[in-house]
């Protein structure tokens, strides 16, 4: 399978294709907000030899970043990548939970942030970059720098997250609509909800 990464967002729909991660209907997602295409990203982690080299042609823009010590995902989604771009950065390499009761992320089974330490902030897909900017609070309050932000699919249209640079392995600009905007023809088609993060 093809592990190039894409030029332009219409090669990154093909590579998607390719891999099969790409849906079209009408989806509910992680931000509330509603789209026609969803991007199924355990079709691309379920290939880690492939993801891997993919990571591996963004390193060089990650050290760009400067010293990266920790690479920090939330879970479930952003683990398995977290953990292929701490291979490929020799960083050490954690995640948050989301917390069932309150639905905010926390740090378990002993990991932590020491002060000082610079932290890159992964993910698989984002879309508003949400999930990430929720671990932006407690990093702070932990002493801890955000240097930056990697994920796969960058489908934000953004080049930051908030105010943190934010490196790709492609990027795609799906239209996405706010609850009241959905326009008719996909208001018809009846809406699902992807994903394990619980929209407000």
């Given at each position: 399978m093809r592990?190039?990464?894409?030029?332009?967002?219409?090669?990154?729909?093909?590579?998607l294709k390719e891999y099969g991660a790409v849906d079209e209907g009408h989806f509910i997602l992680a931000s509330g907000k509603h789209s026609a295409y969803y991007v199924k990203k355990?079709?691309?982690?379920?290939?880690?030899w492939e993801l891997q080299r993919m990571i591996e042609?963004?390193?060089p823009q990650l050290e760009a970043l400067g010293g990266i010590d920790v690479v920090l995902s939330p879970a479930m989604g952003g683990v398995p990548v977290g953990q292929q771009v701490g291979l490929a950065l020799h960083a050490r390499t954690i995640?948050?939970?989301?917390?069932?009761?309150?639905?905010?992320l926390e740090l378990k089974r002993g990991f932590e942030i020491r002060e000082g330490e610079r932290l890159l902030l992964v993910e698989?897909?984002?879309?508003?970059?949400?999930?990430?900017?929720?671990?932006?609070?407690?990093?702070?309050?932990k002493g801890g720098v955000v240097a930056g932000v990697f994920v796969v699919v960058n489908r934000s249209g953004?080049?930051?997250?908030?105010?943190?640079p934010v490196v790709s392995c492609m990027e795609l600009e799906f239209p996405v609509y706010a609850p009241e905007e959905v326009p008719e023809w996909l208001a018809a088609v009846p809406a699902v909800r992807p994903g394990t993060k619980r929209v407000e």
């Amino acid at each position: 399978m093809r592990t190039e990464l894409p030029r332009s967002p219409e090669e990154a729909i093909e590579l998607l294709k390719e891999y099969g991660a790409v849906d079209e209907g009408h989806f509910i997602l992680a931000s509330g907000k509603h789209s026609a295409y969803y991007v199924k990203k355990g079709r691309l982690v379920q290939h880690p030899w492939e993801l891997q080299r993919m990571i591996e042609q963004t390193v060089p823009q990650l050290e760009a970043l400067g010293g990266i010590d920790v690479v920090l995902s939330p879970a479930m989604g952003g683990v398995p990548v977290g953990q292929q771009v701490g291979l490929a950065l020799h960083a050490r390499t954690i995640y948050a939970e989301r917390n069932s009761s309150s639905n905010e992320l926390e740090l378990k089974r002993g990991f932590e942030i020491r002060e000082g330490e610079r932290l890159l902030l992964v993910e698989d897909v984002i879309t508003t970059g949400g999930t990430l900017l929720e671990l932006t609070d407690f990093i702070a309050g932990k002493g801890g720098v955000v240097a930056g932000v990697f994920v796969v699919v960058n489908r934000s249209g953004k080049r930051f997250v908030g105010e943190y640079p934010v490196v790709s392995c492609m990027e795609l600009e799906f239209p996405v609509y706010a609850p009241e905007e959905v326009p008719e023809w996909l208001a018809a088609v009846p809406a699902v909800r992807p994903g394990t993060k619980r929209v407000e």
